[in-house]
C-alpha cells in the first residue's frame, strides 16, 4: 500500500473510532476519503522531508475538499516523525485528526467542537469554545484548533505564551483571493527567551518567519507548539476581487517588465490598459521588495522585516510590517510560480528592479568573490506614496539616517583626544 494510501487509511481509523462530533459515514476508495458522511472528500501527497537522525520522517499534505463551499480546498501541511515508516505515518495521522478534523468539522457546522475555539466572539465563554480573543485574525469567520506542543517537559504541559497571543497575525493579509483558508502556526523556542513563529497559508502558498516572537518567558533549548486554523473572508467581503485584481497587476508587471524600456513606460500602459493606478503603484513599490528577496533570501542577506512609509498626506510611519501590505505577501507567493513559468533572464531582471537588489549588486560588486552574503543585513526601505511632498521624502529619509546611526557603535573616545 502506498504512503498516501496508509495515511488516508490512519486518519480514517481515527476519525472513526473518536466518533462523536467528527462522526458520521466515511470511504475509502482509490486515494479518496470521505468523511463527515460526505460532506468532505480527503486525498494525500507526499512532500521531501528532511532526516532526522535515526528516525524516520514524512512530510504530507491532506487537501480536503469542502463540499458545501463550492468545493474550495484546504490544503494542511503535516509532519511524522516515528521510529519507523508505519509510526511516522501515524503521527501525522494523529496530526490531522488532533489538530485540524476539529476546526474543520467546526467551520462546517458554524459551531467550535472537539477542542476547537471560534475566535473574535465579543463577550464569548471561552469555556464553551467561544473566545474573546482574536488570534491575530480580527473581523474574520475563524476557527482554531488546539496546540499541539514537543519539548515542554510533561506530553500535557502547556507551552509558555497563552491564546491571546496573535498566533495567526498576517494571516488574513496574506491569504490568496478565495475565501476559505487554513493556516498552520508552528512557535518554536531558541532557548535562552527567544522564540520563532512559523506561519503558513494553504500549505506552503505563503510562509513566513517571525524571527522575535513576542514571548518574555523563556523556554527550553528544543521546543515547539504547532496550531491550525480554518478561517473565511465573509460573502460579501470585497476584499477577495481586490485581491484578485491585485494577483492580475503584479503578475501582468513582472511578466512585462523586460519588455520596456523603463518602469514608468511599463506603468504608464498598465493604466492604459485599465489596471488600477493604486494597484500599480503598490506593485510597483511593494511586489518588487518581494521579488527582489525571493532572489537573495536563500544565500542568507538578513532584511528588516519593516519598511518607512512616506504618506501624500505628510506622515511619516515608521515599522511598517511588509507582512501586512497584501501586494508583499501575494507577491512572495506569486514569485514562486513566475520562477517557473518566465525565462530565467527576464524573471531575475525584475527581480533586481528594487532598490534592495541594487545595494546588494554594489556590495557584491565592491568586495568581490570574498562577500559572504550571510553577512549583509539591510536597513528598512523609505517607501514614498506617488504624490508626495519632498518635505515628506527629506523627513523619512531623515529617520531612516536616525536608525543608522542609532545603530553604529560609538568609538571608545573621540578621534581628537589621544590620552
Known sequence: MSDTNRLLELIEKGIVEHGGDLGGWTRHVEGKLQLFSGRVTCHAEMNEAEPADDRDVIHAHVFTTLHEHDDEVLDACLVGIGRDREAALAEAALVWITGIAGPIKSFLDDRPVCMTCQAGVEGGDASQGYSPDDYGLPGLRAYVGPSLSRGFGDEHDQPPFDDAMPWFQFANESAAPRRVHLAKSIVLSRGNGAWTRKLEIDGHDVYHDNLDWPSTIPGPDSAYTTRYAVFEFPPESAEISRRAELERTIRFFAENYAKHESVDELMEEMVSRGFSQEFVDETEAFATIAFSRTLFEPHGVKYPATVIRARRDGRVETDVPLMSIPAYTRARALAVRLRDSLPE???????????????????????????????????????????????TMNAALATLNEMIEGSREPPEKPWWKFW
Open 345 to 391: 533572464d527576464d524573471f531575475q531582471a525584475v527581480c533586481l528592479y528594487n532598490a534592495e537588489s541594487q545595494v546588494i549588486l554594489q556590495t557584491m560588486e565592491a568586495n568581490g568573490e570574498k562577500l559572504d552574503l550571510t553577512e549583509v543585513s539591510l536597513y528598512p526601505c523609505v517607501v514614498p506614496e506617488r504624490g508626495v511632498s519632498e518635505q
